[in-house]
């Protein structure tokens, strides 16, 4: 198993940047396919990125794709979401999410979940 806590999160004005980490225990980090979803007031959790096991590929939603970058660094265990060009429309609590197979983006594919870090994007 593996554990997953994130940090990172808080308010900034749009158009402003934040990264957010997600540090992994447990078993190896490597082991896993790990990706980043959101999830807003009132509105189901959606995807958002994600990442093989290596670090080689990565996949992101269309709302987000050229704003953010997911990377990891099984080294340290971590995995992190850089996000730039911030909307209000990204105000979520964002969670990272580990599986044990390849990549996917449906909640449902995920094991593992951190328990969220707020992100607050003011207009």
């Known amino acids: 198993q593996v554990q997953l806590v994130e940090s990172g999160g808080g308010l900034v004005q749009a158009g402003g940047s934040l990264r957010l980490s997600c540090a992994a225990s447990g078993r190896t980090f490597g082991t896993y396919a790990a990706g980043w979803f959101r999830q807003a007031p009132g509105k189901g959790r959606e995807f958002v990125a994600a990442?093989?096991?290596?670090?080689?590929?990565?996949y992101y939603a269309l709302s987000v794709k050229g704003r953010f970058t997911i990377s990891r660094d099984n080294a340290k265990n971590t995995l992190y979401l850089q996000m730039n060009s911030l909307k209000p429309e990204d105000t979520a609590v964002y969670y990272c999410?580990?599986?044990?197979w390849g990549v996917g983006s449906r909640e449902m594919e995920y094991e593992y979940w951190g328990q969220g870090t707020q992100v607050t994007v003011s207009s």
């Open positions: 990442i093989d096991r290596s670090g080689g590929s990565t």
């Open positions: 999410a580990a599986r044990e």
